[in-house]
């Protein structure tokens, strides 16, 4: 159910442990462009910096209604290093 992101911790759910290693896997790959982002919640990331993982896991947790797998397929075609 996509309305379920909210009411339960996406991160822990099987769904989002999945997600997040499937993400974890093309940072580890050389094939795709994921440095890190720029963060301006000095608080939270104090080098200002937001890692590829966590900027996407949090996207697809904010946005309850998005295909998490099209996100992901999309995400690769875009990033990936020609």
Do not use: C, W
């Not at 379920?4 to 769904?15: A, D, G, I, S």
């Not at 993982?53 to 020609?82: C, E, F, G, S, W």
């Amino acid at each position: 159910m996509a309305g379920l992101r909210q009411k339960v911790n996406y991160f822990e759910t099987e769904e989002g442990i999945d997600i997040e290693k499937e993400l974890q896997g093309m940072v580890d790959n050389k094939l795709y462009n994921t440095v890190a982002s720029y963060s301006t919640n000095i608080s939270q990331y104090p080098n200002n910096e937001i890692s590829f993982v966590k900027k996407h896991m949090h996207y697809l947790n904010i946005h309850p209604k998005l295909d998490a797998q099209t996100y992901l397929a999309n995400l690769r075609l875009m990033t990936r290093i020609r």
